[in-house]
T-cell receptor, first 116, second 112 residues
Framework: NAGVTQTPKFRILKIGQSMTLQCTQDMNHNYMYWYRQDPGMGLKLIYYSVGAGITDKGEVPNGYNVSRSTTEDFPLRLELAAPSQTSVYFC???????????????FGNGTRLTVT | KNEVEQSPQNLTAQEGEFITINCSYSVGISALHWLQQHPGGGIVSLFMLSSGKKKHGRLIATINIQEKHSSLHITASHPRDSAVYICAAIPIPQGGSEKLVFGKGTKLTVNP
């Protein structure tokens, strides 16, 4: 199994450009999450989804959009990129809402985004 | 102020040493995760605890919910243990993984 796959690994955007970060999981997990990790800070939740067709805002949703048309895919859309969105982005998934020893969080390898 | 505090922020050890990383939190929680972030950036889930102690190989995690404190111990440390270790808590009222509050991480370097 591939687990959680994120693409691209690196990207440089100019201010005002848009892009989509792709996230796919092959574990049939219902729950998927997008986090951003800024230097010296803890991971912050951007958006999450509890199943296909259902998404909800996390702690820092402004400037982002998501969709969940299938169980496998959870893309993150950046519209009108700003320097404040320079960060490392992680997608994650879990089988159950309450992660447990038998249902841990699975993370992708991250996308390093720079907006200049 | 982050609700989840980790100490130390940075830790350098010699191979073979016993390592302790601490995590404290200011709110009531239902469970806590320990994660490992490799130098290449990937994050792996190590433990999820709601009480007591869990052990996996050379890694031991403990938690005292009442004292709002958790520790991650590494016995016989090895250079391959070099990574950032992150604790993440699920605050009460009951929530799921969408409610995780992350610490800033402890960067561990184990020298040969």
């Amino acid at each position: 199994n591939a687990g959680v796959t994120q693409t691209p690994k690196f990207r440089i955007l100019k201010i005002g450009q848009s892009m989509t970060l792709q996230c796919t999981q092959d574990m049939n997990h219902n729950y998927m999450y997008w986090y951003r990790q800024d230097p010296g800070m803890g991971l912050k939740l951007i958006y999450y989804s509890v199943g296909a067709g259902i998404t909800d805002k996390g702690e820092v949703p402004n400037g982002y959009n998501v969709s969940r048309s299938t169980t496998e895919d959870f893309p993150l859309r950046l519209e009108l990129a700003a320097p404040s969105q320079t960060s490392v982005y992680f997608c994650a998934s879990s089988y159950r809402r309450e992660s447990s020893y038998n249902s841990p969080l699975h993370f992708g390898n991250g996308t390093r985004l720079t907006v200049t | 102020k982050n609700e989840v505090e980790q100490s130390p922020q940075n830790l350098t050890a010699q191979e073979g040493e016993f390592i302790t990383i601490n995590c404290s939190y200011s709110v009531g929680i239902s469970a806590l995760h320990w994660l490992q972030q490799h130098p290449g950036g990937g994050i792996v889930s190590l433990f999820m605890l709601s009480s007591g102690k869990k052990k996996h190989g050379r890694l031991i995690a403990t938690i005292n919910i009442q004292e709002k404190h958790s520790s991650l111990h590494i016995t016989a440390s090895h250079p391959r243990d070099s990574a950032v270790y992150i604790c993440a808590a699920i605050p009460i009222p009951q929530g799921g993984s969408e409610k995780l509050v992350f610490g800033k991480g402890t960067k561990l370097t184990v020298n040969p």
